[in-house]
């Protein structure tokens, strides 16, 4: 079984923190994913990779950086935080034949961050 | 005006109940999934079809790629079937790599 671990599953910040969230897959899958999830809104991306060192924005990546430098770990970076950026954050990861994926993500347990 | 409307938003069943969430969305696709969310948050991936109808245990999804519907069906419901359930579906064109994502179904089935 694909198993994608977050390396927090509750997390309590201040303004201005710099967070680090974690990502670990261990099906040596191409595709990792970072989502944030709020009531209302359903899941939106924030960054992909399809690979070590690439990285690609997705739909809402201000006031976030990722970082990929192993395979099996995709870390997702707020370097000032702030209170608009308090959501649950979702890691998935899937396998691919190439740039586009087209299999289905397996995502990890979320961590539910609070800014203060 | 989201891409992918799931209906209803709320959906409340006694146990037994055959449940039907609905999911229409109006970009071409190459796949549509449907994810299943428990309190606590993971997400747990059901089916991911393009075409037909898929079969697993109490759940069925059926897709009609012309009509760009696809409903998520459960037979039988038991309370622990109580989650969110999500489509999302991967866009045809350009960046097919991203899933655009449904706002959810809430399910409480009571006993």
């Known amino acids: 079984d694909v198993k994608v671990t977050q390396s927090s599953r509750y997390l309590v910040k201040r303004t201005g923190e710099k967070v680090f969230l974690e990502c670990v897959q261990d099906m040596d899958h191409e595709n990792m994913f970072w989502y944030r999830q709020d009531p209302g809104l359903g899941l939106r991306l924030i960054y992909f990779s399809y690979d070590v060192k690439m990285k690609e924005k997705g739909d809402i990546p201000e006031g976030y950086s990722v970082s990929r430098e192993k395979k099996e770990r995709f870390s997702l970076i707020l370097e000032s935080a702030s209170t608009n950026q308090t959501s649950m954050y979702l890691c998935?990861?899937?396998?691919?034949?190439?740039?586009?994926?087209?299999?289905?993500?397996?995502f990890g347990p979320g961590t539910r961050l609070t800014v203060l | 005006k989201n891409e992918v409307e799931q209906s209803p938003q709320n959906l409340t069943a006694q146990e037994g109940e055959f449940i039907t969430i609905n999911c229409s969305y109006s970009v071409g696709i190459s796949a549509l999934h449907w994810l299943q969310q428990h309190p606590g948050g993971g997400i747990v991936s059901l089916f991911m079809?393009?075409?037909g109808k898929k079969k697993h245990g109490r759940l069925i999804a059926t897709i009609n790629i012309q009509e760009k519907h696809s409903s998520l069906h459960i037979t039988a419901s038991h309370p622990r079937d109580s989650a969110v359930y999500i489509c999302a579906v991967r866009n045809s064109g350009g960046s097919n790599y991203k899933l655009t994502f449904g706002k959810g179904t809430l399910l409480t089935v009571n006993p």
């Open positions: 079809l393009s075409s």
């Open positions: 998935a990861s899937s396998s691919s034949s190439g740039r586009y994926p087209n299999n289905e993500q397996f």
